[in-house]
């Protein structure tokens, strides 16, 4: 196998992206390169395994196991081999090397002067980016959201103008909402994919207060959330400081209510806190 534009006797790790749901987005190049593969570094090798069978390739490859708990230390030996034969590259679906196993083995190879190719396929985040209908000029992606602290985590994108993509488990999902909702506001947009590509997709739009709601209960399936970047800050403090009243007119305390619009705007927070004092 050989799929490097570059010279022919040139070895090559090849990342390749694999059907994030429906097996029929396997790509014509994908297929080829299983067909061909003489080595396999894959997330799970039963993944692997089954992905072959339901494509009817019958091919049999040295199988490597490339996950979160060895990638460091195989990302050596994989790239020594990658001297002497291509080496393709799978994570358990989507593109290796975006929130799943691939950076180190990249890096590596980068370094070991080794080239590292792809082919392109499904992805998760520009699937859920595409569909949600939130600005997709800028955005950003943020991986899976952590498991505590979330409030902070979100405070600290608060000025964040870009659409945000996030990872996040099903479980963890109604948290995660009701700490968005916290964190950002109860009005900030989101879009909650569910099981994209899947015959029980779904794309879930609202603010993150009807999301939480929506969701109390969890969910079940692959998540990616969706949310609205910040609007663009202002130094106009008049508009400011009428918001920080306006939160405080629907319950907020004045210290917390002016926290939030200085994390918004990039005004300073006792700027805020004294003019509204003035204000009142």
Not at 43 to 54: F, G, V
Not at 156 to 185: H, K
Not at 249 to 276: C, F, H, N
């Amino acid at each position: 196998m050989h799929l490097c534009c570059g010279c022919d006797n040139e070895r090559v790790i090849i990342l390749a992206a694999t059907p994030i749901g429906n097996l029929g987005d396997a790509s014509r190049r994908l297929v080829e390169a299983l067909t061909n593969a003489e080595v396999i570094a894959s997330e799970d090798t039963r993944t692997t395994i089954h992905l072959m069978r339901a494509l009817g390739i019958d091919n049999r490859p040295r199988l490597i196991p490339l996950h979160e708990h060895n990638e460091s230390e195989k990302a050596a030996q994989i790239v020594e081999l990658a001297r002497d034969t291509d080496v393709l590259v799978l994570s358990d679906a989507g593109m290796p090397a975006i929130s799943d196993p691939g950076f180190p083995l990249v890096a590596a190879a980068a370094a070991a002067g080794v080239t590292v190719t792809a082919l392109p396929g499904p992805s998760a985040v520009l699937t859920a980016l595409a569909v949600s209908g939130l600005p997709t000029d800028r955005f950003s992606f943020e991986g899976f959201l952590p498991r505590k602290g979330r409030v902070a985590y979100f405070r600290a994108l608060a000025r964040e103008e870009r659409t945000m993509v996030f990872f996040e488990s099903p479980n963890r999902l109604p948290a995660a909402l009701t700490d968005l909702a916290t964190a950002l506001g109860d009005d900030r947009r989101a879009v909650v994919c569910r099981e994209l590509t899947k015959m029980y997709e779904e794309i879930v739009r609202g603010t993150a207060a009807e999301l939480a709601a929506k969701f109390k209960d969890g969910a079940r399936g692959e998540i990616c959330l969706v949310v609205e970047g910040a609007a663009p800050a202002t130094s106009d403090l008049p508009t400011a400081v009428a918001y920080v009243l306006s939160l405080v007119a629907d319950g907020a305390r004045l210290k917390e209510a002016a926290t939030e619009v200085a994390e918004q705007t990039g005004l300073s927070k006792r700027e805020l806190y004294e003019a509204a004092l003035r204000s009142k």
